[in-house]
């Protein structure tokens, strides 16, 4: 029996506005009463999964309102376990409403957000981590993320638990058998045995703590900030993206309104681009404060894209920016404009050509201003740019060959300090494909190697299954040095608790199954 079967629940099940269609569903014990008293049916009783079309009158004047369609679905076997009646109206708001104002009259409650789904968990037909999918399921902005969801809603996260669970249950319950009914012959478990099977079971819990990073990405998107002097080509930079990707209708709404965003879903994760244009130095006070605001929203982007003109010399400003960039992790480095010719090497400043740095042609310029305009390695060594040299072989000189390789699968790699170096032209196009898979690269080190179902994207889910580690350690100590299994139980029983809280309850009834299953005790 489900603990609701006196309360029938209705609601408009679309969303709101006009449509082509509009639903207005019921769900509860007299579901298919209230239905069929304000429908007309060709037949009755209404076929269970079956569409059968009727038409909906107005109660006084007796007048058709709309043709319908009805599907009934009976209980147990319906998104909510009780019986559920679908009536697919035209989606005139009008009508939707006057029909669902029709149902309350009849009896039906309104139900409250989420409930049909609540009810569906409460009854057992899915389990929580389902259920949080079904909203997640229905918030996803790309096809990525729905198949994501659909995963955990057929129950991927409940089914790489279990088998967890399980092993930790068969612990509890042939320790607790081992107190129980110790005067009887129940083989005792061996502490080995123990630690192998706790070690076993961390060593998999660790892993999915650590695919929450990319999992959070899959689920909330992330933003990256574009940021570069003037004029070097960061709006065009940030149309060719958003261009070639297709634009997210509902974007995630800006922080600061200083800098224009977008969201675009690139390789079916939801990535927020920041324009942050005019960063440069701060020439008056108001202008300072909009600076940092647009420097705070920069350091809590999840990436940083600097813009460079390859086409022109390097500048103070460049090298500023860098500065302020690298130590807050992984960083793009766009060579935009690299349809141009690069620059005369005579004619950039902070190098000169004659293979001396300018330090060292304008000695003036050595203290002080140095580090803010000379390009240095990451050893600190101030770099030379002959006369040879490429801009390109030089930019890629300010980087230590360490920087240059992110360490992809780590999970870390947005707060690694790995730079990447991408020759693009915004005007051509070329390089823009590149730049794209690099973004990936970095923003989601785990999407070739994760399938849909192998990673939690539930914050949630991330901080139970650490309590659950937490227990797995206590328990592993307590085997360790071989305490009472009295005491090696509790902290088991802390390990497995947050697993249920994730997936629905283990009852005492569970441990007591497995018990007198596996154990024939008592003879
Ligand atoms: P922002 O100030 O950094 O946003 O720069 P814009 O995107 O407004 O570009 C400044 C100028 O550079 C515009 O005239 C663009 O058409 C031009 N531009 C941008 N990217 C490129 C590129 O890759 N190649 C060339 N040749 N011109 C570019």
Redesign the pocket.
């Known amino acids: 029996m489900n603990r609701f079967s006196d309360e029938t629940i209705v609601a408009i099940s679309t969303p709101p506005g006009r449509g082509g269609l509009g639903v207005v569903r019921l769900s509860g014990a007299r579901a298919i009463e209230i239905a069929t008293r304000l429908i007309k049916l060709p037949k009755l009783p209404l076929e269970t999964q079956r569409a059968t079309r009727g038409a909906f009158t107005q109660e006084d004047s007796g007048r058709v309102l709309d043709q319908v369609v009805v599907t009934c679905f009976r209980a147990p076997h319906s998104y909510t376990a009780e019986d559920v009646v679908e009536i697919s109206c035209h989606g005139a708001p009008i009508v939707l409403r006057y029909l669902e104002e029709c149902c309350l009259a009849q009896g039906a409650r309104a139900a409250e957000p989420g409930e049909f789904t609540m009810r569906a968990f409460l009854n057992g037909r899915m389990d929580l981590t389902q259920a949080e999918a079904v909203r997640d399921l229905i918030e996803s902005q790309t096809l990525y993320q729905a198949r994501v969801a659909a995963q955990q809603l057929e129950g991927s996260v409940s089914t790489r638990l279990k088998p967890h669970k399980h092993v930790l249950l068969d612990l509890i319950a042939r320790l607790e058998a081992g107190i129980d009914f110790a005067e009887d012959d129940v083989a005792v478990i061996e502490w080995p045995e123990i630690l192998t099977r706790l070690d076993q079971i961390s060593a998999d819990l660790q892993k999915l703590v650590e695919g929450y990073e990319y999992g959070r990405i899959v689920r909330d998107g992330l933003t990256l900030a574009i940021v ?1 002097r ?7 930079l940030f149309n060719r993206l958003l261009n070639e990707e297709r634009a997210i209708v509902t974007p995630i709404p800006g922080t600061t309104r200083d800098l224009v965003a977008e969201t675009a879903n690139l390789g079916g994760i939801p990535l927020r681009f920041v324009d942050t ?1 005019g960063v440069r130095e701060a020439l008056d006070e108001v202008e300072k404060i909009g600076v940092e605001r647009t420097f705070s929203a920069i350091a809590d982007s999840d990436l940083r894209l600097l ?1 460079v003109d390859a086409s022109t010399p390097w500048t103070e400003d460049d090298a500023l920016l860098l500065e302020k960039l690298r130590p807050l992790g992984s960083l793009l480095v766009a060579l ?2 690299s ?2 010719p690069p620059p005369a090497p005579e004619v950039a400043p902070g190098f000169t050509g004659c293979g001396k740095t300018l330090q060292s042609c304008h000695p003036e310029r050595s203290e002080g201003s140095r580090s803010a305009y000379l390009p240095e390695n990451a050893q600190g060594q101030i770099l030379r740019f002959a006369q040879n040299d490429s801009f390109e072989a030089f930019f890629r000189s300010l980087f230590s060959p360490a920087d240059a390789a992110p360490s992809l699968g780590s999970g870390q790699a947005l707060k690694g300090g790995a730079t990447i170096l991408v020759r ?4 051509t196009g070329d390089g823009i494909h590149e730049l794209k898979e690099k973004i990936l690269a970095l923003a989601a080190p785990a999407r070739d190697i994760a399938p849909e179902g192998e990673f939690i994207t539930n914050l949630r889910h991330q901080q139970l299954i650490k309590n659950s580690l937490a227990g797995l350690a206590k328990a592993r100590q307590a085997a360790e040095q071989q305490t009472p299994h009295e005491m090696l139980l509790l902290d088991l029983y802390d390990a497995l608790r947050p697993l249920d809280l994730i997936t629905g309850a283990t009852s005492a009834d569970d441990v007591l199954d497995i018990i007198f299953k596996t154990f024939c005790v008592g003879k």
């Open positions: 570069g003037p004029n070097v080509g960061k709006s065009s244009a813009v935009n404009k349809d141009l693009t032209s915004a005007l």
